[in-house]
């Protein structure tokens, strides 16, 4: 295959991998079941599948030696994936995927102090632009009722919780296949988010109805399973640069497949919020991939 078919492939790889990841919160919304019931059993149906696929893909089984190394990505993977899907089912999809977004602006500057990275203070100044835009947005919301504080701070604890993923997984995910990875965090995901609902939210996990069940598989395949895949075959042929940057749109694809399919509202000053976060958080990609 010539580079330049890879690269097309890769492009076509990512661009799919964005349109599956904008689609997660409106799944979940659309399942019409409490946040941390979907996080647990589409946690469990990933578990699964993914530990099938290791075993075809490359004739193995889990080990307890990746377990170790997967105990502590694994625990901030799974209390993440229940906080956002808790807050993104009390709160509007603007809300949650766009305080999502502002990750960048918490992990540069914690892998600066825990990896020892140089950091420029320069392409942080341009979250500036974001955190502004994200204020008019979340102060705007419309008066439907849909928007809550109480989900947005569950949005914020995922931000935190995401972020620690990524710290804590650096050096799992070196040496390790995409299959090795998810077949070792999702099962400890899953069982970590057993006690969120168990305890946080009692009676909770066993609300599951035929709707709910059609929305988790395809939450479990699709954004569980599919998108991870390509996005690591994406990453062998497209530049990490595009691939930061493609996922700068994802929040302005969700918003839009909420209103479309959800019926969400979105006002004036909110779009011009969105703008700026995207704009706030795409200056931080850039600078920061040219600081490299």
Request: glycine fraction near 8%.
């Given at each position: 295959?010539?580079?330049a078919?890879?690269?097309?492939?890769?492009?076509?790889a990512?661009?799919?991998?964005m349109?599956?990841?904008?689609?997660?919160?409106?799944l979940?919304?659309?399942?019409?079941?409490?946040?941390?019931t979907?996080?647990?059993?589409?946690?469990?149906?990933?578990?699964?599948?993914?530990?099938?696929?290791l075993?075809l893909?490359?004739?193995?089984?889990?080990?307890?030696?990746?377990?170790?190394?997967?105990?502590?990505?694994?625990?901030?993977?799974?209390l993440?994936?229940?906080?956002?899907?808790?807050g993104?089912?009390?709160?509007t999809v603007?809300?949650?995927?766009?305080?999502?977004?502002l990750?960048?602006?918490?992990?540069?500057?914690l892998a600066a102090?825990?990896?020892?990275?140089r950091?420029r203070?320069?392409?942080?100044?341009?979250?500036?632009?974001?955190?502004?835009?994200?204020?008019?947005?979340?102060?705007?919301?419309?008066?439907?009722?849909?928007?809550s504080w109480?989900g947005?701070s569950?949005i914020?604890?995922?931000v935190?919780?995401?972020?620690?993923y990524?710290?804590t997984?650096?050096?799992?995910?070196?040496g390790?296949?995409?299959?090795?990875?998810?077949?070792?965090?999702?099962?400890?995901?899953?069982?970590v988010?057993?006690?969120?609902?168990?305890?946080?939210?009692?009676?909770?996990?066993?609300?599951?109805?035929g709707?709910?069940?059609v929305?988790?598989?395809?939450?479990?395949?699709?954004?569980?399973?599919?998108?991870?895949?390509?996005?690591?075959?994406?990453?062998?042929?497209v530049?990490?640069?595009?691939?930061?940057?493609?996922q700068?749109?994802?929040?302005?694809?969700?918003?839009?497949?909420s209103?479309?399919?959800?019926?969400?509202?979105?006002?004036?000053i909110?779009?011009?919020?969105?703008?700026?976060?995207?704009?706030?958080i795409?200056?931080?990609?850039?600078?920061?991939?040219?600081?490299r």
């Open positions: 295959m010539t580079d078919r890879q690269r097309s492939l890769g492009v076509a990512l661009v799919v991998v349109l599956l990841f904008s689609w997660g919160s409106t979940v919304k659309l399942a019409e079941t409490p946040g941390v979907v996080a647990f059993w589409r946690m469990a149906l990933c578990s699964v599948i993914w530990v099938v696929y075993r893909k490359e004739r193995r089984w889990t080990s307890v030696a990746d377990f170790k190394a997967a105990l502590l990505p694994g625990i901030a993977f799974g993440d994936i229940a906080a956002f899907f808790i993104v089912t009390k709160t603007a809300s949650a995927e766009f305080t999502a977004s990750t960048p602006i918490v992990v540069i500057p102090v825990f990896f020892k990275e950091m203070l320069a392409p942080l100044t341009f979250g500036v632009l974001s955190i502004a835009g994200l204020a008019l947005l979340l102060f705007n919301a419309p008066p439907d009722g849909e928007f109480t947005v569950w914020i604890a995922a935190g919780l995401w972020s620690a990524l710290l997984s650096r050096q799992l995910r070196q390790r296949s995409v299959a090795v990875v998810m077949a070792h965090i999702t099962p400890i995901a899953t069982v988010t057993l006690p969120v609902a168990l305890v946080v939210f009692p009676g909770t996990l066993f609300e599951v109805t709707r709910s069940v929305f988790i598989s395809l939450l479990a395949v699709l954004t569980g399973t599919v998108a991870h895949g390509l996005m690591v075959y994406a990453q062998h042929s530049p990490v640069g595009v691939i930061s940057l493609a700068v749109a994802q929040p302005a694809l969700a918003v839009t497949w209103v479309l399919f959800l019926g969400s509202s979105v006002v004036g909110q779009i011009v919020g969105m703008a700026m976060v995207i704009a706030g795409a200056a931080v990609t850039v600078a920061t991939q040219r600081g």
